[in-house]
DNA sequence: CGGGAATGAATGACCATTCATTCATCGCGA
DNA sequence: TCGCGATGAATGAATGGTCATTCATTCCCG
């Protein structure tokens, strides 16, 4: 089948053949992994073909699907990847730090370092993730709604503290938050020039917290 | 040929069959684009057949060829129409405002009562239009710079007058500002429920120039 | 040897695009 | 007013190329 739909994806795709080989199999996995992101972020999803994958990562066409279930499945597999690592080690980050304001740093570091890093990686999620609205919407409802929660929360507790307004929804608050740091992560990432993206964070932070008035 | 690439994506596609009869070749050139919007946020760009396009729009796949170059072509079409309306739209409503403050919120509203009015539209902007590294790289260096430029300067007016802080790059805050509306949009899209898009562009606003702290 | 892992050629859909044909309209001469 | 060829818009079946996916076979390690 060449079938294109996203419909199908499923959330169950790290493991696979969890068989007794799991290093071997894991090492395998990471190499087309890293070769799906190199794929993906130089010609796009659509554009890349599995077999392209295949030959970057130093395998044969058939051998990705012994390690993913399609070729949907490795966007998915990144797509999960990046954001669970990213989620865990936000929170871990974040553990020592009650402060709501140190928090929102830490988050925009956090946010921005990850990013700037690795631009492929940088590209594969802030483009390729953005395919379809299906996918989108899975995506939406689970992760980002995690991510932004952790926001939220950072920004309710620094209303309740009294070091931040409560005059504005902290939902509202951070969808602004992470739409900034959003932005910036694309503008880089499309930028020729190589600016060091996580030096932002903090004129960022400034920047929401402090306002453009004065 | 059945070629995805978006390299050949040509700038020059509005006129076609500049003859006589023109305003019937209009209609139904119009009659196509709405029903890409509505194919393609249905399904995602590359999930629309071209002869899905046509029968919503009550022509036969051919014919759409006659007035589009090629599928990408229609995505093209759409983008350069919407961008071209609002720089236009943005530009005549701020033509009698010179009030720095007045000039954002005045952005704001209209970026955001643009998307809000057609949820469509708003799909294939805020996602479809996102597909590839390619077309973004082309999207950005264009449209997108020409916009944030007409948010720099409002910005940049404000710091001259001594209204808007000084000591935060324009650039930097014409990114934020952009990316926090980009966000509130994409949000609402995706959103199940259906508040008012426009009414959060005063919210926004208020909390890009008064800062979150107090 | 045995068996799982890897291979890559072959398969089967899929779908953008083309183009021979049809259809509708119009100008013009009688 | 009618008839008739000319024009070009519209049609949609056919084409051709592309790939995701499969699976019979081979390889390699213990």
Redesign the pocket.
Same mark, same amino acid.
């Given at each position: 089948?060449? /079938?294109?739909s996203f419909i199908a994806m499923s959330a169950t795709s790290t493991r696979r &053949?969890a068989?007794?080989?799991a290093p071997? =199999?894991t090492d395998?996995r990471d190499a087309i992994l890293r070769a799906a992101v190199k794929v993906f972020a130089r010609h796009g999803y659509? @554009?890349? @073909?599995? =077999?392209?994958v295949?030959r970057v990562a %130093?395998? =044969?066409? %058939?051998?990705?699907? &012994?390690?993913f279930?399609?070729? /949907? /499945?490795l966007l998915v597999s990144i797509f999960e990847r990046t954001m669970k690592d990213a989620i865990d080690e936000g929170r871990a980050a974040l553990a020592g730090v009650p402060d709501p304001e140190a928090r929102l740093r830490r988050i925009a570091r956090l946010h921005l370092e990850r990013l700037g890093r690795d631009r492929e990686l940088a590209v594969v999620v802030q483009v390729e993730l953005r395919q379809s609205i299906k996918f989108m919407e899975r995506f939406s409802s689970s992760y980002l709604q995690d991510y932004l929660t952790i926001i939220r929360r950072a920004i309710a507790d620094g209303q309740d503290a009294g070091t931040f307004r409560r005059d504005v929804n902290a939902n509202t608050a951070a969808k602004v938050f992470f739409g900034a740091l959003d932005e910036m992560a694309t503008n880089w990432m499309l930028s020729r020039r190589k600016y060091d993206l996580a030096a932002e964070a903090d004129v960022v932070v400034d920047l929401l917290i402090g306002g453009l008035g004065r």
């Open positions: 089948m060449n /079938d294109h &053949l068989a007794v080989k071997p =199999a395998k659509f @554009q890349s @073909q599995v =077999a392209d295949a %130093g395998v =044969a066409a %058939g051998t990705v699907y &012994l390690y279930r399609s070729k /949907d /499945d």
